[in-house]
């Protein structure tokens, strides 16, 4: 593939269930390649943590949008994506686990979030972006695109040795559970771009996925400044 020309802007787009290694390696190729870095997962969490909070059923959707729009006149558009007022333990907790799915498949509210994403990644000469569609529906042309997988087992077992939360058995169910989710909703379900690399993390340590899409970026002419 030809190098990208140094005035265009870049997204590197990753895709990808949860817990098969998006933000490690993600966090890890912004710090390389000097890039930007966004996770548009968060959103709809931060949404459905507020929606609990709140008291809003995640299942109206009529109110989870215009708790959406509440939330966007609050803060200004940017920190809406990267406001650090929500702690990680919140937005992972089990019951914005369950209620995130809910939240995610509402298309007007999915509109909302992928126009704030559009405008945030306009401002970064160069960025990655990770989520469930950033490949497929956010940058359809991103000239960089990722898709980590990894078996429900390991995954299970990863999201258990980070949160230190629950057995293995209900964190598995769990992880089943968010996939068939995101792959079976109608609006922007969770697929690999048609050009998007696939990698399988499943036997692979973090230093062997990150060397991977390393190579690729480089390949590509990410590195330059």
């Not at 993600?26 to 459905?48: N, P």
């Not at 929500?86 to 498949?105: F, M, T």
Request: glycine share 4%; aromatic share 4%; hydrophobic share 40%.
């Amino acid at each position: 593939m030809h190098s990208l020309d140094r005035a265009t802007p870049v997204v590197v787009a990753v895709d990808g269930p949860a817990a098969a290694g998006k933000t490690t390696t993600c966090v890890a190729l912004a710090e390389r390649f000097k890039l930007g870095y966004l996770e548009s997962g968060r959103t709809y969490r931060l949404i459905a943590f507020e929606a609990l909070r709140r008291g809003v059923l995640t299942r109206d959707q009529e109110n989870l949008v215009s708790l959406c729009d509440e939330l966007l006149r609050e803060s200004r558009d940017q920190d809406l994506l990267t406001s650090d007022r929500y702690q990680s333990a919140d937005l992972r907790s089990p019951s914005v686990n369950v209620a995130v799915s809910d939240v995610a498949r509402i298309e007007d509210l999915r509109k909302r979030v992928t126009q704030l994403v559009r405008l945030w990644a306009e401002r970064q000469s160069r960025c990655i972006v990770e989520g469930r569609d950033i490949g497929t529906v956010v940058f359809p042309a991103a000239p960089i695109k990722f898709y980590l997988t990894a078996s429900p087992e390991v995954r299970a077992r990863r999201r258990l040795d980070q949160e230190h939360r629950g057995s293995y058995e209900d964190v598995l169910k769990d992880v089943i559970r968010r996939d068939e989710a995101d792959m079976s909703r109608s609006v922007s379900p969770l697929v690999p771009a048609d050009d998007a690399i696939t990698i399988d993390t499943t036997t692979l340590t973090i230093k062997e996925v990150l060397g991977r899409m390393s190579s690729v970026c480089e390949s590509r002419s990410v590195t330059f400044s």
